[in-house]
């Protein structure tokens, strides 16, 4: 048993003084506010560890490379292409590694990878079907993060169906029959794996013939995983899918059943107020990635409303341009800002909710995202004394104020992973190096 | 002479191998580009010192203690003028210090001070009419910044000419005439402080009536220094000028010779294509603060559309809830993406000028923003290996993916005034926090 004091902590939605967290075998067994006790005294604001609903961890490689070339997001997802057709099992695995390792730094210890990449190019299998899921899998262990498996299902290149373009061939299962037999295999592969946790997705309306939704659906409930969907993130795809179905794709995903309460809609940046009932019916939460939505020129969606139906929202960093969740967190309200001229639409407690203990729902770590007895060690320090967080006396001012620069300790299941902002285990940014660089070669 | 030799470097708009500065008696000598040299050998990318052309120190006290109350702009406006209320010449100086040190630490070496906080509560002067601004003064200096001290002319309390509301009574000096006399004091008092400069502002077409306008501008002419003024920050600014005066702030400004050649409009978010014409045709600059504009829901500007017309942009922090430079510069292309659908529309080289050598221009220190002979030898440096900029390999990259905490030194004409990202001195993050405690009590 271990018992860590810290002069302030983030507890319950408020910035408290005089926090104790004890713990045992990876899991809380007592958190004390308030009173001063005999634990190892450490200097810092402690808080629950974030959770990141949404990545893709290949599109590091595009950090800061895509700005140059004018266009949209449909030109940025050509380049994107580029990049995913150069990885294979073992530069896949370097180069998730460091981007995980990234991520701890950053306070984050769960990540659900919306993982699509997994044949060889032309589509060819590789002699173990899920080799490319089991890199993302051994690169968690080597990082030491959490890991949602979001296995995603990509079956054609638009919404009427047609067939994946060449650059997307190795995306494809060639059926949605196919794609579930793969991924009852890769369950089976990581069930013994503690840091691995299993979800399934349909890559989007476009990716996935409607006549297959309900199939995809119906294995997530077989396996008792998520399944996440990509969802109106731009236009054109409202615009594709009224005209090839007659409805939108909410409309589509709700009554195909990809959206309902094991759901997570990723994105619903251009939604209607139908839409928005029928996801808030549907007991589908919503996935919101506001570093990524305004990189990639998407918009500003609706949290105000979404928010307002009851629609619990998580957090990701998708493209992983920025990886700091405390600028996903204020990004919510600050895109509402920009949208409706009013401020404090959103509490900063919930904010934070957004950003750990509703995304640990959405990947299926419940026990994880909040400081409370039974629920798994993993905690992060902040510095109080940086220029950012000096005078910060409130949750609101740590939440507007905070950089991923000011987490300078992270714990998962008690084990500290980072220590003075520097990822143990020779995780090192040169290694994300190393996975860079393995990609370019 | 010293000689400092970098791996890498920003230079006329590229990131480039092997940049050697040379630098005597706080000039620059010599750049060169290219071929490694027998200078001292340092780590990092250099590049040139940011220029944070819009601030109000005072403001940095409400980082992230306004977002709770909802509201609009101007309900944040009523906070801060509550904080205003409780600044005296000593507390203003300690406050400015840490303020312009965090500055200091994120690679800032010049302000622009816009002040109107000129007199003690209810209006009276102190017994040195200027030792508000003369805290400024000695703030800047202790701290070690370069400092335009842009001092603003505030009458009255809306665009029809209203007395100034209780709140607001110690930014007035009750007439344009005695606000000129006190700045022709102001003028004398720094003319031998080499760390300041002067200019002069308008505070905005609320607080200036139009009748008093030319004489700001003469001033300005008389003393040889910038103007500035806000502009159009609020639909609700532009809808009261244009029911008062028939006209826009835009084109009141114009007409009265506020905005001219050596002016700059601060933020001008809401302007009419008109007013983008006249304001190029005038030869005025505008400074964005995109990081403020969104934290108090201003709206999204037309940086695409004031480029286009041939408008240099500057950049501010303004209200210093952020204090990143690097934030504020992609903010021009990341809010006009979120505006346009489009990616792409400015370009990093420009972004970067936003950030450096147009902010230079528009405060009156053109020997700083770019690393070349004869200009002072303000210059950063950034750490290449952190997370954030591992596999920057681009001055895209380095403008997208950089923050503050990436500054590892800054050099003031050639004296080294952050070090590993602390900075010297004895303006440490903790006297910023002596600095907030002050005004507190």
Redesign the interface.
């Known amino acids: 048993m271990r018992r860590l004091r810290f002069p302030a902590g983030l507890v319950a939605g408020k910035l408290v003084r005089d926090v104790t967290i004890e713990y045992d075998a990876g899991l809380i067994t007592a958190v004390v506010v308030g009173e001063p006790t005999d634990g190892t005294a450490l200097s810092g604001i402690v808080a629950a560890s974030f959770v990141n609903v949404h990545s893709h961890a290949f599109h590091?490689?595009l950090?800061?490379?895509?700005?140059?070339?004018?266009?949209?997001?449909w030109?940025?997802r050509d380049l994107m292409y580029r990049v995913a057709g150069e990885l294979y099992p073992e530069t896949y695995r370097r180069l998730a590694a460091?981007v995980f390792?990234?991520m701890l730094?950053?306070g984050i210890t769960a990540v659900g990878e919306f993982h699509y990449l997994h044949h060889a190019m032309g589509g060819q299998g590789y002699s173990d079907p899920n080799a490319m899921a089991l890199s993302l899998a051994k690169a968690a262990g080597d990082a030491g993060i959490r890991l949602t498996l979001i296995d995603a299902c990509y079956l054609s290149s638009d919404v009427k169906g047609s067939p994946l373009r060449p650059e997307q061939s190795r995306f494809g299962d060639g059926s949605a029959a196919a794609w579930a037999d793969r991924v009852r295999d890769l369950a089976a592969a990581v069930a013994d794996e503690p840091h691995v946790r299993l979800g399934v997705a349909a890559h989007s309306v476009r990716a996935v013939p409607a006549k297959d939704l309900p199939s995809i659906r119906g294995v997530a409930d077989e396996l008792d995983v998520p399944i996440h969907v990509h969802v109106s993130e731009q236009?054109a795809e409202n615009e594709a899918c009224l005209a090839e179905h007659g409805i939108t794709p909410v409309e589509l995903l709700v009554e195909t059943g990809v959206l309902g309460p094991r759901s997570t809609a990723i994105h619903a940046t251009h939604l209607t107020d139908r839409d928005i009932e029928l996801v808030a019916a549907s007991g589908a939460g919503v996935c919101l990635c506001p570093t990524t939505e305004?990189?990639?020129?998407?918009?500003?969606g609706r949290a105000e409303d979404l928010v307002a139906g009851g629609i619990p929202l998580s957090l990701g960093t998708d493209s992983n341009?920025v990886?700091d969740m405390f600028e996903e967190a204020r990004g919510i309200?600050?895109?509402d800002?920009?949208r409706?001229?009013?401020?404090?639409?959103h509490?900063?407690a919930s904010l934070l909710d957004a950003a750990t203990r509703h995304g640990a729902t959405a990947l299926d770590w419940p026990e994880i995202g909040s400081l409370q007895p039974g629920n798994a060690a993993d905690f992060i320090v902040l510095d109080p004394?940086?220029?950012a967080l000096?005078?910060?006396?409130?949750l609101?001012?740590?939440?507007?104020?905070a950089?991923r620069?000011d987490v300078t300790d992270v714990y998962v299941g008690g084990t500290q992973t980072v220590a003075h902002g520097r990822h143990y285990g020779g995780i090192l940014?040169?290694t994300?190096?190393g996975g860079?660089a393995a990609v370019a070669e």
Chains 1, 2 share one sequence.
């Not at 950090?63 to 997001?73: E, I, P, S, V």
């Not at 409706?340 to 639409?345: A, L, P, Q, S, Y």
């Not at 609101?396 to 104020?401: E, G, K, S």
């Open positions: 590091r490689v950090r800061g490379k895509t700005h140059a070339q004018g266009g949209d997001f030109s940025w460091g390792a990234e730094g950053a236009p305004r990189d990639l020129a998407d918009g500003l341009a990886v309200e600050l895109h800002r920009l409706t001229g009013k401020r404090g639409v509490g900063a004394g940086s220029f000096t005078g910060a006396d409130s609101d001012a740590v939440l507007f104020a950089t620069n940014p040169e994300l190096g860079l």
